[in-house]
T-cell receptor, first 111, second 113 residues
Framework: DTAVSQTPKYLVTQMGNDKSIKCEQN?????MYWYKQDSKKFLKIMFS???????INETVPNRFSPKSPDKAHLNLHINSLELGDSAVYFC??????????FGEGSRLTVL | AQSVAQPEDQVNVAEGNPLTVKCTYS??????LFWYVQYPNRGLQFLLK??????LVKGSYGFEAEFNKSQTSFHLKKPSALVSDSALYFC???????????FGKGTRLHILP
């Protein structure tokens, strides 16, 4: 029973398209995150939600829009995709003692 | 703002030897410190954390880390390395009272048979 699940695992799309990545956690946690991992494996925090409320919004282009319909779900929508958006996007939820539980990642390739 | 540094891109250790992966941090308040491991094409897995209390913390797979406040370090250690420990290791820091969790650039650990 997967704790943090992301769909889809792979996306390949053309520049200018719009795409969404969905994340769900069944751990009962209140806080969820999106991270971007680039080709050099650097992990950059993008957004965080606590119980459906946006609490962290880093310097991310406004083409990226997170949405949390409930505390178990945190989705990421990306408009007008660019080549530089190619990366692996990780969703994570935060446990009561602070550690993050990561999904398996969604690899986005923009052509 | 908090930050974390992993000074080594790669660490090579012979199997059976002790290993150390270095991490230093900077926070304005009290730190929460974490180590994670990432295997190829997988998400990050939590290894251990320091929140408060004993400076030596033990975690999964025989790993441990020592919190050193004066040196602002949180180095990851294991007494005897296994080939299966080969992976990418990330140190992370969170300033107490802040929700932002920042990761180091990662250190690739190679355990040589």
């Amino acid at each position: 029973d997967t704790a943090v699940s992301q769909t889809p695992k792979y996306l390949v799309t053309q520049m200018g398209n719009d795409k969404s990545i969905k994340c769900e956690q069944n751990l009962g946690h209140d806080t969820m995150y999106w991270y971007k991992q680039d080709s050099k494996k650097f992990l950059k925090i993008m957004f965080s939600y606590n119980n459906k409320e946006l609490i962290i919004n880093e310097t991310v282009p406004n083409r990226f829009s997170p949405k949390s319909p409930d505390k178990a779900h945190l989705n990421l929508h990306i408009n007008s995709l660019e080549l530089g958006d190619s990366a692996v996007y990780f969703c994570a939820s935060r446990g009561k003692t602070g550690e993050l539980f990561f999904g398996e990642g969604s690899r986005l390739t923009v052509l | 703002a908090q930050s974390v540094a992993q000074p080594e891109d790669q660490v090579n250790v012979a199997e059976g030897n002790p290993l150390t992966v270095k991490c230093t941090y900077s926070v304005s308040g009290n730190p929460y410190l974490f180590w994670y491991v990432q295997y190829p094409n997988r998400g990050l897995q939590f290894l251990l954390k320091y929140i408060t209390g004993d400076n030596l913390v033990k975690g999964s797979y025989g790993f441990e880390a020592e919190f050193n406040k004066s040196q602002t370090s949180f180095h990851l250690k294991k007494p005897s390395a296994l080939v299966s420990d080969s992976a990418l290791y990330f140190c992370a820091v969170r300033d107490k009272g802040d929700d932002k969790i920042i990761f180091g650039k990662g250190t690739r650990l190679h355990i040589l048979p």
